[in-house]
Every structure is written in C-alpha cells, then in structure tokens.
T-cell receptor, first 113, second 112 residues
Framework: GAGVSQSPRYKVAKRGQDVALRCDPI?????LFWYQQALGQGPEFLTY????????KSGLPSDRFFAERPEGSVSTLKIQRTQQEDSAVYLC???????????FGQGTRLTVV | DQQVKQNSPSLSVQEGRISILNCDYT??????FLWYKKYPAEGPTFLIS?????DKNEDGRFTVFLNKSAKHLSLHIVPSQPGDSAVYFC???????????FGKGTLLTVNP
C-alpha cells in the first residue's frame, strides 16, 4: 500500500476485555514500531521489530501487552484484560531500514469504559 | 537514556511571520533529530531532520538549526501559513535500535 494502515481506527472496549490492533506497514519496510500516545502527550515507545524479530519491548507497560510480527510484515498489538489507563491512541510506524525517517499510520484510538 | 523536551505547549503567530519552535535534549550521544507535524485524528508526518554532522538543514520554508554545545534545536517556519497550524513534535532518532523518542509537542496556531 501507499502508506501505513492501521485498523480499527476506533475501538471501544469494556474494562477486562481483550483487544487486538492491527498494523500493515509499508511494503518492504524492515523496521516496525508501536507507540502509545496519551492525550496531550507525545508518542511513547512501546516496542520495536526488525523483520519478524522483536528486538526491543522495553516500553510495554505491563505483561498484559503483547505484540507480534510473525512473517515480518503485518503486526498485531494485543492488550489483555484492558484497563481504563490503557485508553490512548496507538500508533504504528514503519521504516525502510534501521535508521532514517519513520512513517506513521493514522492510529487506533482505544477507549476503555 | 535520552530525554527530549519541548517546553512551550503552544505558540501563536501571525500569517507571514516567522514561527520558531524549540526543543532541548539531554544525551549528546544521539545527535540525530527529526521534526514531525500532526493534525488532529491523523498520525504524525515527517517534516525535516538533522544529524550531528550539520548545524543547519533547510527544506523550503522549513529550517532546522542544531546547537550541539547547548543541546538545543529549533525549527523555523518562514513565512508561516494558516495550513501550518498543527502540533509539532521534536524527536530523537538515536539510541538502541534507533527508536524515536518524542517531546510532548508544541501546538502552533497561525492566524490569518
């Protein structure tokens, strides 16, 4: 595709529900990032993939958060037993190589009620 | 670890004038910076970058200046246009795995 695509755009989850957020990066991009952006804040790093390898997951806030990229392309961020503090915009970004500019998707706005 | 700070949450300028957005950082080892622009309900879009081998990078109306001794960079927009109204994020592209570390952003409003 022409850009990074994320789905769904909006998700409302009841507290305790599991959610899965999908990211389709730009074709051929090696690097993939997930970020969490709370209201009024800058994006906060969650995790990084180089191809299918998850090289850095230091930003995941708890063991309820899990990300995968099994074939080095599409990635899924899963949040188990959602809590209200998980409400945020989740941004996915991809980059052609290890360095350089990253291209962001439009994000998924998650609201936990 | 790297910290990126944008101390001005908002800035308002008149159309045609210069907008100056500022950013400070703490770790000199990671001297590669990017500016992103974000409209509501959209993801950040890349604007311009600068690395430590330069102290200035220019692209049309946008110029970024890097002052390594002060650990400070700034984005200049000349002339400012109403369509430039958005949140601007400064980001550092160094560190482990070259992940991007973002500031909190500055909301720029350009008044017609």
């Amino acid at each position: 595709g022409a850009g990074v695509s994320q789905s769904p755009r909006y998700k409302v989850a009841k507290r305790g529900q599991d959610v899965a957020l999908r990211c389709d990066p730009i074709s051929g991009h090696v690097s993939l990032f997930w970020y969490q952006q709370a209201l009024g804040q800058g994006p906060e790093f969650l995790t990084y993939f180089q191809n299918e390898a998850q090289l850095d997951k230091s930003g995941l806030p708890s063991d309820r958060f899990f990300a995968e990229r099994p074939e080095g392309s599409v990635s899924t961020l899963k949040i188990q037993r959602t809590q209200q503090e998980d409400s945020a915009v989740y941004l996915c970004a991809s980059r052609q190589y290890r360095t350089g500019e990253a291209f962001f998707g439009q994000g998924t706005r998650l609201t936990v009620v | 670890d790297q910290q990126v700070k944008q101390n001005s949450p908002s800035l308002s300028v008149q159309e045609g004038r210069i907008s100056i957005l500022n950013c400070d950082y703490t770790n000199s080892m990671f001297d590669y910076f990017l500016w992103y622009k974000k409209y509501p309900a959209e993801g950040p879009t890349f604007l311009i970058s600068i690395s430590s081998i330069k102290d200035k990078n220019e692209d049309g109306r946008f110029t970024v200046f890097l002052n390594k001794s002060a650990k400070h960079l700034s984005l200049h927009i000349v002339p400012s246009q109403p369509g430039d109204s958005a949140v601007y994020f400064c980001a550092n592209g160094g560190g482990s795995n070259y992940k991007l570390t973002f500031g909190k952003g500055t909301l720029l409003t350009v008044n017609p």
